[in-house]
């Protein structure tokens, strides 16, 4: 049995539209995961069910052996850390971590103990004695990771903790996350809407929308092998274009031209999909590949580290980043060559 279960939840505001429909979620003891997905798709829902903010409608909730559904928020154990650091201004680092300790009437030298090992834990130490406007904004996000942390919760929850952040800090700060996170051995849940943050940091990553769960697997597989059209589009698949089953590992694009991959897919007709980064060029003077499709440059833009280019195929227009220098030029003939190994089938 899993340490945390989610089961057919169904949170609805007005008893009519679904915000989260039949969602299951499981996790393992001191597991990462995110919930991935874009604004309005429900990670954020899914995030205050578990919190006690909100009783689903239907569904189970449960962490170990104890069912939690409808055990208030103030009841559950759990370390919150959200986009605002929600940090007492007239506290200083010390006071500000000890807080939740204080309130559950820890006696004070278990509040010293606990707060100076977390202080240690989370590089915090030497800034005990300041108070939040004399910190940077990593250190102040630091701060509220270790307040959340000192209670020793069953769960810790992160609700876009670094959106607040510039791009250089949300890197390090990432990085921090997840070195405390293994150190202690806490069970996460990260959300996110930003990929990049979500893969360097999960060990699973349930990609979300519209209420439901789309594919929830290890960031190296979603990034490999998206389940759905949605979740190849959210991570970045540009191309996309119908198939025609014609056997186990051969398919036909719309003007019949035969393409071969090593994935299958159960039905008929299915779509097939490519990032720009693995789709090859090839002159058009040169003999004709296998899986090519004969094409002429529309669009040439320079990328820094490469060129991308819109291609005008029969199948319709594909996207190609290409690293050769100095590349192709608008209305040039090429082949573009589908690697079927690169090929997904959604």
């Known amino acids: 049995m899993s340490f945390v279960d989610l089961k057919n939840i169904r949170v609805s505001y007005d ?21 991935l997905g874009p604004s309005g798709c429900g990670k954020t829902t899914t995030l205050r069910v578990i919190a006690g903010l909100i009783e689903p409608n239907d569904g189970t909730f449960t962490v170990g052996d104890s069912n939690l559904t409808k055990v208030p928020v103030h009841k559950r154990n759990f370390g919150m850390v959200f986009q605002s650091y929600a940090l007492f201004p007239h506290l200083t680092v010390r006071e500000n971590v000890g807080f939740g300790l204080k309130l559950r009437k820890e006696k004070k030298e278990v509040i010293e103990k606990k707060v100076q090992a977390i202080l240690e834990a989370t590089d915090l130490s030497h800034y005990a004695e300041r108070y939040p406007k004399q910190l940077s904004g990593g250190q102040r996000q630091r701060v509220a990771l270790a307040r959340a942390l000192v209670i020793e919760p069953q769960l810790l929850l992160l609700d876009e903790p670094l959106s607040n952040l510039d791009a250089k800090l949300r890197i390090s700060m990432r990085i921090e996350i997840k070195r405390i996170q293994r150190k202690l051995g806490i069970t996460t849940v990260f959300v996110t809407h930003d ?6 940091i999960s060990d699973k990553v349930a990609v ?15 990034y490999k092998n998206p389940k759905t059209e949605f979740v190849a589009r959210f991570i970045g698949f540009e191309n996309f274009f119908a198939l025609t089953k014609q056997d186990t590992h051969t398919y036909t694009t719309s003007d019949g031209t035969l393409i071969e991959t090593v994935h299958s897919a159960g039905r008929q007709q299915t779509t097939g999909t490519i990032r720009p980064d693995d789709i090859l060029l090839s002159a058009h003077d040169q003999e004709i590949p296998s899986n090519s499709l004969a094409g002429t440059i529309r669009v040439r833009t320079f990328l820094g580290k490469s060129y991308q280019y819109e291609v005008e195929t029969s199948i319709g227009k594909l996207l190609v980043n290409d690293v050769q220098v100095p590349g192709y030029q608008v209305g040039d003939k090429v082949f573009v060559v589908i690697p079927k190994e690169k090929l997904i089938l959604v």
């Not at 979300?208 to 979603?222: F, K």
């Open 15 to 35: 008893g009519k539209n679904n915000i989260l429909k039949e969602l299951n979620l499981s996790m393992e003891k001191g597991e990462l995961i995110s919930l």
């Open 195 to 200: 990929q990049e943050e979500c893969f360097s």
């Open 208 to 222: 979300m929308n519209n209420g439901v769960i789309e594919q929830y697997d290890s960031p190296e597989e979603i």
